[in-house]
């Protein structure tokens, strides 16, 4: 292992905050792209918290202290609205670390596919965090890095199980609000 490298706690502490978040999607089947802007809020949560317990019983799971758990709330304006109505909602992840580096994450419900689903997690030498997610007939790729402090940027792809087309791929850019940090 390199010396330096990010533990999933270190990187998910950098991650907590409030960030602006630009994205660019490219529906490759359709041929379509969509801009969106969002503000995206990332914070600690107790394992110990209702949400977090209610998931460990949905993967008929044991509760487990050392897990790490974090709400990610987003309020979203895309360019494919006709109007300027903002689209918002939230997620749990609960990080099992199998080691410093790498594990499991528990989601109480998918990014792709809306039902609950797990991935599996690595931060590489590069100390970017890969996320690999397996729906019913998609499986989600995600890497995110920190191109600083306050600046992250978040790669994903989106391919079909079956033939392993890929579906859809993104690119993030989020930048977190200063202003937030002063509270």
């Known amino acids: 292992m390199t010396k330096n490298l990010t533990t999933i706690n270190q990187f998910i502490d950098k991650s907590i905050g409030e960030w602006k978040s630009i994205r660019s999607t490219h529906t490759l ?3 379509e792209f969509e801009n969106s802007i969002s503000k ?4 600690h949560i107790n394992s110990k918290n209702k949400q977090v317990v209610e998931i460990f019983k949905n993967y008929k799971l ?17 360019d494919w609205e006709d109007d300027d109505m903002s689209d918002g909602d939230e997620t749990i992840l609960i990080f099992l670390p199998k080691d410093q580096n790498s594990g499991i994450v528990l989601r109480n419900k998918g990014y792709t596919e809306s039902f609950i689903a797990s991935s599996n997690y690595f931060v590489e030498e590069q100390n970017n965090l890969h996320l690999k997610t397996f729906y019913k007939s998609t499986v989600s790729e995600e890497r995110i890095s920190f191109l600083s402090t306050h600046i992250r940027s978040r790669f994903s ?3 079909n199980m079956e033939n392993n087309a890929v579906m859809q791929t993104s690119h993030t850019s989020e930048i977190r609000n200063l202003a937030s940090l002063k509270d």
């Not at 995206?40 to 914070?43: E, F």
């Not at 044991?62 to 895309?78: G, M, T, V």
């Open 29 to 31: 089947a359709f041929q």
């Open 62 to 78: 044991s509760l487990n202290l050392e897990s790490i758990a974090i709400s990610i709330k987003w309020q979203a304006i895309s």
């Open 157 to 159: 792809t989106i391919r």
């Open 40 to 43: 995206i809020y990332i914070k």
